[in-house]
């Protein structure tokens, strides 16, 4: 071979300009098919096979450290100058025509690992960046180690030395040489890192807002059809790059490609095992410290709150949300074994359920509380059972110490009875009355910013007095709403959700026409200014809440969607309370005051006066069976099973499941509005209609002390004082008057009985169709009776 005269380059990598001395390439092969530095010997001239396959053994030994020979040279079409900067492909090579074929045979067979040894180079040169990822960068780091431990030093200690020594060595040597040392772990690792490329572009060349939707639409598709049971929250949005999960994901796949062959699969398990150890470290981390470091966001769990180097910072207003929506789990790269929903929700929830420990007790290491047995550092992914298993003992413990910091550090059980009896205001006499019953009068006139402001004082002068009543009396703030209860009652409705039950529900026996009839004025029988009250008049009783801001970590038990029902069965308890006092004071003017016991009038006067009494009891029958039935046979009963759970999570920390506690309440809530109908907004509708009603009779009854004087010779005499300076006794003019008060009062008693006849049908409706509780069937045979 006779040497050439080739001028030596020196240029700099495309878009590796920033590389230091790395991206400096000097003479790049020592010889090159586009400046060869030797001239070949015509293989023609060579007639002896053994020297012809010597030179082609030589070339091989270049070719497969990713140089080219003298007869094997890179294809034209590659450029080892040229770098794509999205895919990898190693470069074809071209034997020589005038080899012998069976020697030619043998090297296009061998040629093949110089393309992949120059694959797996230019992969690690690529993809050890940490930008890519700890795993990646594990993989990268297994890849050099096999090419220099075990495929370089099988070339260059095994078969250069051999090529040197032996005289008979020869290509099928050297072929049988590679298959024994590395050939298969070499092709399995091209394949894998062919199969990463591949992804690595997909991700490149997509559209990633509209795959980021797909993947959103293709998720709750999957939830709809499985009718999943828990709520978790997700990131379905894909990385530019495949890194972590996504990587893993790949090996594992080529694993089971592979489960057949042993040697193949116990070097895959190996390499799996390995790259996987980062992984596994963030996994152990998660789950037995409620930490999450990861730098290179190739976890299954994502920090939302994380920008950049900067943190969120936990407030009262924002704990909640964070709670929720800080921690979610990656889609993006999730492996198979944590597919299973219920696994990946036991996982995000112990994490969570430790860091909210953490942030509680600025304890950072929670190793040494509830060790568990053989909870050794995670050094490979568990599998199948054993991953539940190992889930299933890490949830445990986290709601362990959850159940240690809500009962022992939050005293639970106490702090649940304070929000019944200082939130839902269920049994709680020192509220009424040294508060509500103070303020019945503002409580009765129109919503402004004046009756607000003295019902506001009158609590905080409450608080006052109370300091020792806990933390949630102190937290309350009282306001009146923009929306009355019955608009409020509207967004719970369920009579909305579906049409099929509207439609049945106006077909219901006697239903369609009784409250098409009551929710219209009964303008035959009832005065036009006497219809139901508008928004602008109603009492402030109707607008009347109080809110309270729960706080860290109470508020993750006690979600805002809690507070909201229960500020909704606040509001209807409170309505019902005021309107059992109207009647309960209205029972002493009809039965105490003097002019109402007057026995001096006339038998129909008399007859008129014991129609109220009666109209009065009915009226009070019907509001202390309503107030009863839901203190006694709805609340009371679901709190006692409420507090059964609570006070089996105090006793016995393993029966403790914070999420269980959480649909337990949830559950008590919901239970409480549906038994009370509060979600079907006719009958509530109607049950306004009769307060209303019950209010107006109450008016009707206080106002009638003069009517009443007129109505006898001697009662006006006695109070005549009290009348107008010009009032006279006219015979004539108490009997018009007394026939107007009979007009009235006779309407009043229709419209009570027509409206109750309608909401006992309704209640029954509803009863037949959902089984209602305890208070529909009391309704309806109290009113029966």
Known sequence: MDPQNVVDTVELLPGLSNAGYLSRLANYPPVSHTALKVKSYSLNNVKEQRVQEALVVRDLLNVLM???GIYIRYNNSYDPAQRDMVEIRGPDFKIAKNIDLSVKSVARRVVRFGKAYQVLVQFVDRYEEPEFGSVLHGLCHEIRAFLKHKYLRCVVNVAEKDFHTRPQFGVRELEQLLAQECAPETLLLQELVDEICREMTRRALMDRDEANFNRFIQDLQVEKKLG???LLMTDSRVSSVAKGGAVLQIVQTKLNQNWGNQRDEIFLKTLFRRIAVPYCHLLHNWLTNGTLNDLYDEFLIMDTAQSGNKRLRVTS???ERLWDTQYVVRKDGLMAQFQDETVLFKILLTGKLLNMFRHCTNVQDLSNLFPIENNAVLTEIPQNMELVLYVDKLYLRANRLAQSLLYEGYDLMNLLQEFRTNFLFDNNANFFKYFFNRNIVELTKTRSDATLAKLSRSFAQFQKTRPNNGLVLSLLN?????????????????????????VDLLQAR???????????DLTASWPESDSTATETNLASIHFLQFEIIVPFPLNTLITKTHVVQIQLIQRYLLLLKYYHKMVNDTWFELNKNKIWRYSGYTQDVASWIRRCRVLHFRMTQFMNLLLESTV???????????????????SDAHQFDFYLFQQRIQDFLTNIISHSLLTKTSVVRLLLRIVDIIHKFCKFVTSQRKALCFMDIHLFNRYQDQLADDALYDEDAAINRFQELNTTLSALDTSFKQHCTAFVEGVKYYNDRAGVSQVALNLMAGWAS
């Open 66 to 68: 990713g140089q080219e």
């Open 228 to 230: 999943s049971t828990v």
């Open 317 to 319: 207003l924002n704990s």
């Open 478 to 502: 009282l306001r009146l709403e923009n929306r009355n209860f019955a608009s409020t009652v509207d967004q719970f409705s369920s009579e909305h959700a579906i049409f099929d039950d509207n």
């Open 510 to 520: 006697n239903f369609d026409n009784l409250r098409d009839m009551l929710l219209k």
């Open 632 to 650: 006694r046979d709805v609340v009371a009963v679901e709190w006692q099973g409420l507090q059964q759970m609570l006070s089996l999570g105090a």
